[in-house]
């Protein structure tokens, strides 16, 4: 069910709210948190929606989004709320804000009054975030702030704003994206013959904040020297090579979709590598509530690897 409230106030919407619950005969809130999307007007509301609405349904949530819109038009605040199967798991609020509602110190204002009572907050910038989104006036209401650098106009600058004004609570989506790799290559040195890395290299496309913040992680986590080069073709992150005195362990992925595991002595082992989709990615990161430790030292880690400027090349996967 959509509701749409024109020209209207988040009084009149948080009675539409209970209205809605008591017809429907819901009598409790089964909500674990209030996740605020913050967004410009336009096509992509839709899609970090969607993302949402799946996500909702393995954590329970009242989703509010902030989409902003003709900051030169009369003040005027457009109201919808979807429920039931428009709303996932959830309930949604859409905040569409003119004029000097559209202004960015003005979403805080709007949200207050809707957010669930004793219930944590999430903020989500799906687009463009702020440059240091723990003091934007929504981000100061969240206890997690959740951004994407893949998604700005300027990955490499946004990536770098990540980077350096980094504070507890905040995480990027360009993480997320690395759970798998992350784990594969854990996975690999957890088992024998158990000796120590002495190198590494990561190679990606020059424009990939998760290529950059692998190789982070790889320095923070090792203590190595890690190299990161670019690809000689492949989309986003294409490789790993960490060096051992037995041989490499090597992950590779050149067509995006699939890679490989390769280790010395074993055959290689093809496994699923695809870019993970926004929902869920959105899942993992609303897992947890509390600072995410090990992203904060990936971010610091970059500072201490060199980079390359000879290509990597991978070969294509046989059986692929």
């Not at 804000?97 to 009572?117: E, F, H, S, T």
Request: net charge neutral.
């Amino acid at each position: 069910m959509i509701v749409d409230l024109p020209s209207s106030t988040t009084s009149a919407v948080n009675r539409k709210i209970v209205e809605l619950r008591e017809s429907g005969g819901v009598l409790a809130l089964g909500r674990v948190l209030t996740l605020v999307i913050v967004t410009d007007d336009g096509a992509a509301i839709e899609g970090a929606i969607e993302a949402a609405n799946a996500a909702s349904r393995e954590h329970p949530c009242r989703v509010i989004v902030l989409a902003r819109g003709q900051r030169r038009a009369a003040a005027r605040l457009d109201a919808q709320i979807r429920v039931g199967g428009d709303a996932g798991a959830s309930e949604v609020i859409v905040l569409r804000g003119y004029g000097a509602l559209a202004a960015d110190d003005a979403g805080a204002g709007m949200v207050m009054p809707l957010l669930l009572p004793d219930a944590p907050v999430v903020a989500w910038w799906p687009g463009e975030a702020p440059a240091v989104p723990s003091e934007d006036a929504v981000g100061r209401l969240a206890s997690r702030r959740i951004t994407d650098a893949l998604s700005a106009r300027n990955p490499t600058k946004a990536f770098e704003q990540r980077r350096t004004r980094h504070v507890a609570g905040d995480t990027d989506l360009t993480w997320t994206r690395l759970t798998a790799w992350r784990a594969l290559l854990a996975t690999a040195l957890d088992a024998p013959p158990h000796e120590d890395v002495t190198g590494a290299v990561v190679a990606g496309e020059a424009v990939s904040p998760s290529t950059d913040l692998l190789a982070g992680w790889l320095a923070a986590r090792l203590g190595v020297k890690v190299k990161r080069s670019p690809a000689a073709s492949g989309p986003g992150l294409v490789s790993v090579r960490l060096d051992r005195p037995s041989g490499p362990v090597e992950l590779l992925r050149p067509d995006g979709k699939v890679g490989s595991l390769r280790q010395p002595g074993q055959p290689d082992r093809l496994v699923a590598l695809a870019r993970r989709a926004v929902r869920d990615c959105l899942a993992e990161e609303l897992r947890r509530l509390d600072p995410d430790e090990i992203y904060g030292e990936a971010l610091a880690g970059v500072s201490s690897v060199t980079r390359g400027r000879t290509p990597v090349a991978v070969p294509a996967l046989a059986g692929a």
